[in-house]
């Protein structure tokens, strides 16, 4: 019942921007608890960004200063604007959803970034 879907993935050059989202269905959005991880094969998984029900942020020191996490509740989407790409944010880029005792993951999107 609950699915929760990314996109916006792809190849994209080193220094550039992209824009990941993240669409939920079947689930009470407006009080979950938003994240984005990532994970590169080889490495534990990282978290990204998060976004609670009062709009507060927080970040991976890693991307600090050039990602930025929203949510748009009457849409059930999160988002992850990404600027100043470098070849180290390259990984599958996964959203969860938190609410109550229960989480919910989706499939993840690859992000290429080329140096």
């Known amino acids: 019942q609950v699915q929760l879907v990314e996109s916006g993935g792809g190849l994209v050059q080193a220094g550039e921007s992209l824009s990941l989202s993240c669409q939920a269905s079947g689930l009470g959005f407006s009080g979950a608890f938003l994240t984005w991880h990532r994970q590169i094969p080889g490495k534990q998984r990282e978290l990204v960004a998060s976004?609670?029900?009062?709009?507060?942020?927080n970040y991976g020191d890693s991307v600090k200063g050039r990602f930025t996490v929203s949510r748009d509740n009457p849409k059930d989407t999160m988002y992850l604007k990404m600027t100043n790409l470098k070849s180290e944010d390259t990984a599958v880029y996964s959203c969860?959803?938190?609410?109550?005792?229960?989480?919910?993951w989706g499939q993840g999107t690859q992000v290429t970034v080329s140096s």
């Open positions: 969860s959803a938190r609410i109550r005792d229960k989480e919910y």
């Open positions: 976004i609670n029900r009062f709009f507060n942020t």
